[in-house]
């Protein structure tokens, strides 16, 4: 099955089930399926032959699902773009993806006309301007390639993934088994969905099980997301850390606070894209008193690869065991598995797992190897399989030959109510070590300085892994789904 026929199947079962809510519009399933194939149409009739590249620069809006299931049907490849880049960034990755076809919304009129100018030979073309007509059959299957996403190149150029049909779909399959997922779930997206997490989680989950979407165009104003929450009775949303943080600690009118106390329907909420700090969860649940599920994945992966169990054990720090259908495993620096409990890489294997990356033969075997992706992220796996990320590989610090993973410093730092985040870098001391920097962003109006920071740490952890600077920072450089950019960190006078 590939993910075109996933929606016409679904469409099939839930014909007039409102598939997407978008500012008070309801489409259903079955006139979404239609939309799909008269769009497909209309890219087959401007000239989109099988596997080309279509890229899709959009806001959150229906038409960007319809754009991505009809570049499919009609035979394509999906390339969605990253709606916080420049014109520059873009056009390196229309380049490097070779898609001669970009389909756009109004807000972005301004980068298109710059990039033209850097692809002349690219057509652009705006959803409505896509001529609508029947669709006729496409020769693709599940082994093909369904999307290339981008990785957000906070290490160097972006790679496209290439994600197949089979990937996408089993994956989805993966999540709403262990989300328990059923055709009575509404799911709330306000996460772009450029992003793998927002697309699997929030659109491809609910169209396996033909659930509904309520669609927001972006987080702010976040009392929408509120309102939302209350009027379209949400049973499930995900969210990354930052958002979970506001929805702990913002203060929420009294009348607000008493409807979704009196009248909150969500079952769940999903966090991942990054690191859940723990108290944050643990303020989240006292506040709403509904589970904060937090779940790992990479792009690479479909993006799912662990979750912890809707119901049973939720061990605290931990990203849960690997969902259906997909193992792990830990491995030291000899290549070889280790005992459990052991901090090393962490590899994982599954249907989910993409074919590689795009023209880019050296970086796809140094991420595949054996059938395993090699994440890059350290790890441990204890004898319940319940995976426990450390920090990733690349923001290891060494100081004097020891190693330091910055994450549990941050946890700790996290831990004090006058700090809203926090990040650890190394960088170079010239003598072949690194100096550990921890920046920090204090809580409007907080009162806290370095000795408080020092006191909080002293006697938690060895005296090698505390900082030896540290600087408090206004604003944190970031990507667009809230990840901290350590790289630009590490760049910062100091």
């Keep these: 099955m590939t993910l075109d026929h996933l929606l016409s199947e679904s469409a099939r079962r839930n014909t007039s089930r409102t598939f997407i809510k ?12 239609r939309l799909v194939s008269l769009c497909a ?25 319809i754009s991505y299931f009809a570049i499919l049907r009609a035979g394509g490849i999906t390339v969605p773009l990253n709606t916080f880049l420049t014109p520059d960034e873009i056009s390196y990755i229309l380049r490097d993806s070779g898609s001669k076809i970009l389909i756009y919304s109004d807000g972005f009129s301004s980068h298109v006309e710059k ?6 030979g690219l057509t652009a073309l705006k959803f409505e301007e896509i001529p609508m007509e029947k669709a006729g059959p496409s020769c693709i299957s599940d082994s093909d390639v369904a999307v290339l996403l981008y990785t957000s190149g906070t290490t160097g150029f972006p790679k496209g993934a290439m994600l197949t049909h089979n990937n996408l779909i089993s994956n989805a399959e993966a999540s709403v088994k262990a989300l328990q997922v059923t055709q009575r779930d509404r799911f709330l997206l306000f996460l772009p969905l450029f992003h793998s997490f927002a697309f699997t989680a929030c659109v491809l989950v609910p169209v396996y ?67 859940l700090p723990a108290d944050t969860l643990h303020s989240f649940e006292k506040r709403f008193k509904v589970p904060l599920i937090e779940g790992y994945g990479l792009t690479e992966a479909s993006p799912v690869v662990a979750v912890n169990p809707l119901k049973g054990i939720r061990k605290p720090s931990s990203v849960g065991p690997p969902v259906p259908g997909v193992e792990a495993a830990i491995i030291g620096e000899d290549g070889n598995k280790v005992p459990a409990g052991t901090v090393g890489e962490l590899i994982v294997k599954g249907p989910n797992i993409m074919k590689g990356y795009f023209n880019k033969e ?27 990320i450390v920090d990733r590989k690349k923001d290891m610090i060494i100081v004097d030959g020891m190693n330091i993973y910055p994450r549990e410093v941050e946890d700790i730092i996290m831990g004090l109510a006058s700090v809203e985040e926090c990040a650890m870098v190394g960088v170079p001391d010239g003598r072949g070590s690194e100096t550990p920097l921890l920046y920090i962003k204090k809580k409007a109006d907080a009162d806290i300085d370095e000795a408080d920071i020092r006191d909080r ?38």
Excluded: H
């Design 22 to 33: 978008f500012e008070g519009r309801k489409l259903s399933y079955s006139e979404a399926d």
């Design 41 to 65: 149409g209309g890219l087959m009739a401007i000239g989109l032959q099988p596997l080309e590249r279509v890229a899709v620069l959009m806001e959150n809006c229906p038409e960007y699902i």
């Design 115 to 120: 990039i033209k100018r850097a692809l002349p």
């Design 209 to 275: 099980s033909g659930a509904s979407i309520m669609l927001l165009k972006s987080v702010k104003p976040f009392s929408k997301v509120l309102k939302s929450i209350i009027r379209d009775r949400i049973t499930l949303f995900a969210g990354v850390p930052t958002i979970y943080n506001i929805l702990a600690n913002k203060r929420i009118p009294f009348l607000m606070r008493f409807l979704l106390k009196l009248l909150l329907n969500v079952r769940a909420c999903i966090s991942g894209a990054a690191a």
């Design 362 to 388: 050296e970086e796809t075997w140094a991420a595949l190897r054996d059938g395993w992706l090699y994440t890059g992220d350290m790890a441990k796996i204890d004898e319940d399989g319940y995976i426990f």
């Design 457 to 494: 740490l002293k006697g938690r952890i060895a005296q090698f892994k505390i900082p030896r600077k540290i600087i408090f920072i206004d604003e944190f450089p970031k990507t667009a789904t809230g990840k901290i950019k350590k790289t630009e960190l590490r760049k910062l006078e100091v």
